[in-house]
């Protein structure tokens, strides 16, 4: 059947590009690669949550959930372990814009980029055999 599989890539306009790829090298934890941006290969998220690793798609009535940014979108970063990536990010002087929130499918934590985007941090929780 042909149909969509999965979400190919996220691509950003930036006022400082510089400014946005190293901020986004402390976020992710890693340098971009030689075309300039991050590769993330769907079987490492599958390998650590089996059952909870996806890429959500979802159209959103307008409401307050993407604020403090006026931007119509966020993005959401999948992580392996969320208090590990808020402390090394800590470290690095990013801070969380809101408290963490933790939930049957995950646990959350959301910063702002430098171009005023709300990134989502997202931790995965393996659904219980029921």
Same mark, same amino acid.
């Given at each position: 059947?042909?149909?969509?599989?999965?979400l190919?890539?996220?691509f950003?306009?930036c006022?400082?590009?510089?400014?946005?790829? +190293?901020w986004?090298?402390?976020?992710?934890g890693?340098? /971009?690669?030689?075309?300039g941006?991050?590769?993330?290969v769907q079987?490492?998220?599958?390998k650590?949550?089996?059952k909870?690793?996806?890429?959500i798609?979802?159209?959103? +009535?307008?409401?307050?959930?993407?604020?403090?940014?006026?931007?119509?979108?966020?993005?959401n970063?999948?992580?392996?372990?969320?208090?590990?990536?808020?402390?090394?990010?800590?470290?690095?002087?990013? +801070?969380?814009?809101?408290?963490?929130?933790?939930?049957?499918?995950?646990k959350?934590?959301?910063?702002?980029?430098?171009?005023?985007r709300?990134? +989502?941090?997202?931790? /995965?929780?393996?659904p219980?055999?029921?």
């Amino acid at each position: 059947m042909a149909k969509v599989i999965g979400l190919g890539g996220i691509f950003i306009q930036c006022a400082d590009v510089a400014a946005t790829k +190293e901020w986004y090298k402390k976020v992710i934890g890693d340098a /971009p690669g030689e075309y300039g941006g991050w590769s993330f290969v769907q079987s490492d998220a599958a390998k650590a949550f089996p059952k909870g690793a996806q890429s959500i798609f979802a159209p959103f +009535e307008k409401s307050d959930y993407f604020k403090p940014s006026e931007l119509p979108f966020m993005i959401n970063l999948m992580v392996d372990d969320l208090e590990g990536v808020l402390k090394r990010l800590e470290a690095e002087g990013i +801070e969380q814009i809101q408290p963490s929130e933790s939930y049957e499918y995950g646990k959350f934590a959301w910063l702002m980029d430098p171009d005023g985007r709300k990134v +989502e941090l997202w931790e /995965p929780v393996e659904p219980s055999e029921t």
